[in-house]
Nanobody
Framework: QVQLVESGGGLVQTGGSLRVSCTAS????????MGWFRQAPGKEREFVAA????????NYADSVKGRFTISRDNAKNTVFLQMNSLKPEDTAVYYC?????????????WGQGTQVTVSS
């Protein structure tokens, strides 16, 4: 079992930056690829970014490519999502997830989410 807890969400102005974090319990964090997803009100959950177990490989949705950066620190059981040049359409609840496989990741564990709001 892996428990995931997100943090770092908040309110930011258009063009600003924010970093959200996700810390995992257990000693098997480095066994999992990690991903970030988001869900805006009235919309389906969508993929944002993913990172391999080692952190050497990453994948991004086109909508965030060049603005967001995913990274991880396996020693601290934490994955990060650095978000720059934020837009109002980035407003959503952001979830982290852990899973197996690459580049197709089958996510088995999910966090509870953290709210990110970008004001115009």
């Amino acid at each position: 079992q892996v428990q995931l807890v997100e943090s770092g969400g908040g309110l930011v102005q258009t063009g600003g930056s924010l970093r959200v974090s996700c810390t995992a319990s257990g000693r098997t964090f480095s066994s999992y690829a990690m991903g970030w997803f988001r869900q805006a009100p009235g919309k389906e959950r969508e993929f944002v970014a993913a990172i391999t177990r080692s952190g050497e490989g990453t994948n991004y949705a086109d909508s965030v490519k060049g603005r967001f950066t995913i990274s991880r620190d396996n020693a601290k059981n934490t994955v990060f999502l650095q978000m720059n040049s934020l837009k109002p359409e980035d407003t959503a609840v952001y979830y982290c997830a852990a899973g197996l496989g690459w580049p197709t990741v089958h996510y088995d564990y999910w966090g509870q989410g953290t709210q990110v709001t970008v004001s115009s």
